[in-house]
């Protein structure tokens, strides 16, 4: 197959490139990029005034398979991702059964490699059955392909057995994904304590739950020496504690969500349980950090946590409701809407923080766009509308926290491997 890219802003952090120009791609590689090109057969796609990206890839997304066909599948998932303009997706653990020894890792492997649209890195289990209690089997699950290990979903409590998995992690140069949240703090809460949890009526869950952990987390990666990167940070002080660990030369990543990024807890006034988080929406104050985090290099990766979940479960009360929200189709018109049409971040920022930032966290294969290199591209409209309606998604699961919103920008094309995953802003089903 032989394909040529004709007159895209080509952006890519790695060797600093960002200029107009044509890309031809044949058997799946990157061949020639330069001005005027032409191919004597294939096809030729016009991308002007679009932006090229090298692939993004979504450290954090839970696809469900096996367990919860019913939320989501590692097909719908991917057809999900591929809309969203990702090439690749690093799946969570928490299925049903956990994901917490080789032979699971090895499902999804080869479930990914026969149904899914876009590529599919496994995050194992860091203990069995993600209790806390034993470790699970690290060495089985890398030799499988596991990319990183996380009890996600839950905090492993014991400070004991947080040092004992990162000991066993650094043996195998594996990075730890640590969900903090201390539940003897926050449980029963289900939003922010403070002031709007007061005025909803409803159990408030304090930031301090968040910020103990990633604390904790930060001071044993300082001991084992083990990489550890902090998932959905979402308050001010979580930030300064990653820029503060950061300057000491500690091992530490972090990420952050879009719904933590545009969204507070003013907007529960609703009771949407769509809006129902973990960690909940904080206030503007901590938004506002988030951000400022982004712009300082202080947060490595944009992350999803897609969290797909079935209409009935949301429909529940708000207390019963469960966590979360989809966001893999969401996530880079949010970004665009509000950080980049508005100045505050370059392409070559999101191309950093979707693409390279990611990959460089967990070591995974690099995706540059350059001659001689896959191609896993990410094409996007900096100026479609997009309107975000339940009825529009191709996740299995609809609970989108920013339903009803008027965004800017989103992916038209998706290559995966040089071959399309999304054309025309439709998913092409292999």
Not at 334 to 350: C, F, Q
Request: with cysteine; charged share 25%.
């Amino acid at each position: 197959m032989a394909l040529l890219l004709k007159n895209g802003r080509v952006v890519d952090p790695s060797k600093g490139t960002d200029e107009v120009a044509d890309i031809v791609i044949r058997d799946g590689v990157i061949v020639e990029i330069g001005h005027d090109l032409t191919i004597p057969k294939g096809e030729t796609l016009d991308v002007s005034e679009k932006v090229i990206l090298p692939g993004l890839v979504d450290l954090h997304t839970h696809l469900r398979e096996p367990g919860r066909e019913d939320e989501e599948t590692i097909f719908s998932g991917t057809a999900a991702a591929a809309r969203g303009g990702f090439t690749a997706v690093c799946a969570m653990p928490n299925t049903d059964p956990v994901c917490d020894n080789g032979s699971k890792v090895r499902f999804v492997v080869e479930r990914a490699a026969e149904e899914g649209l876009v590529r599919v890195y496994p995050i194992g289990a860091v203990t069995k059955g993600q209790a806390g209690e034993q470790l699970a089997e690290i060495g089985d699950m890398r030799a499988e392909g596991a990319v990183a290990f996380s009890d996600d979903g839950h905090s492993i409590s014991s400070a004991g057995m947080a040092r004992v998995a990162m000991d066993y992690l650094k043996a195998f140069d594996a990075v730890m994904v640590s969900h903090c949240e201390d539940t003897s703090l926050s449980r029963p809460g289900v939003v922010n304590e403070g002031v709007v949890s007061t005025r909803l009526g409803l159990p408030g869950w304090p930031a301090a739950a968040e910020e103990v952990m990633v604390a904790r987390d930060i001071r044993l990666s300082e001991l084992t020496g083990c990489r550890v990167h902090l998932a959905h940070l979402s308050t001010a002080r979580s930030v300064d504690l990653v820029r503060e660990a950061k300057a000491r030369g500690v091992r530490v990543t972090c990420e952050v969500t879009p719904h933590h990024l545009f969204l507070d807890e003013d907007a529960l006034v609703s009771y949407d349980t769509n809006l129902k988080m973990n960690p909940p929406l904080r206030t503007a104050a901590d938004r506002h950090a988030l951000v400022e985090g982004l712009l300082d290099g202080t947060v490595d990766a944009i992350a999803t946590d897609h969290a797909p979940h079935a209409p009935h479960e949301k429909e529940l009360e708000f207390e019963l409701a469960p966590f979360g929200t989809t966001g893999l189709e969401t996530a880079l018109s949010l970004v665009n809407t509000h950080l980049v049409a508005t100045g505050r971040l370059s392409w070559n920022d999101v191309a950093r923080l979707m693409s390279s930032g990611p990959r460089a966290v967990f070591g995974l294969p690099r995706v540059r766009i350059e001659p001689g290199q896959v191609a896993d591209i990410t094409v996007v409209d900096p100026e479609a509308r997009v309107e975000v309606a339940a009825d529009s998604f191709v996740s299995a699961s609809r609970n989108s926290a920013f339903i009803g919103q008027r965004l800017l920008g989103r992916a038209s094309e998706v290559l995966v491997g040089g071959y399309f995953a999304l054309k025309g802003g439709k998913v092409v089903d292999r």
